[in-house]
């Protein structure tokens, strides 16, 4: 049997690249990962893909790393809440 689960964001960010493609759930900000997000930001990965239903906002969710220019591609359904993804 393979053991699935991680202690934190950071184990289970183990081996994250430039350039990897992410889907993120939540609705909204309510339910995003937000310890995930904040570890991609740390780790400082660039050129990735987002699949989400939303951008976020500019100081939470997604906007963190759209502030830090690490998303290349956008892919949702609702961006109209963050300004950082309309500059």
């Known amino acids: 049997m393979i053991l699935k689960r991680v202690k934190d964001a950071q184990e289970a960010l183990q081996g ?3 350039g990897m493609t992410f889907m993120l759930g939540g609705f909204g900000l309510c339910g995003i990962p937000e310890n995930a ?3 991609l930001v740390r780790l400082g ?3 990735i893909t987002c699949i989400s239903n939303n951008a976020g906002v500019d100081d939470f969710g997604l906007g963190l790393l759209l502030q830090k ?4 591609k956008m892919i ?10 309309e500059r």
């Open 37 to 39: 997000i904040s570890e």
């Open 76 to 85: 949702s359904s609702y961006v109209g809440e963050n300004d950082e993804f």
């Open 16 to 18: 994250v690249k430039d």
């Open 45 to 47: 990965v660039k050129n």
């Open 69 to 72: 220019h690490q998303i290349k």
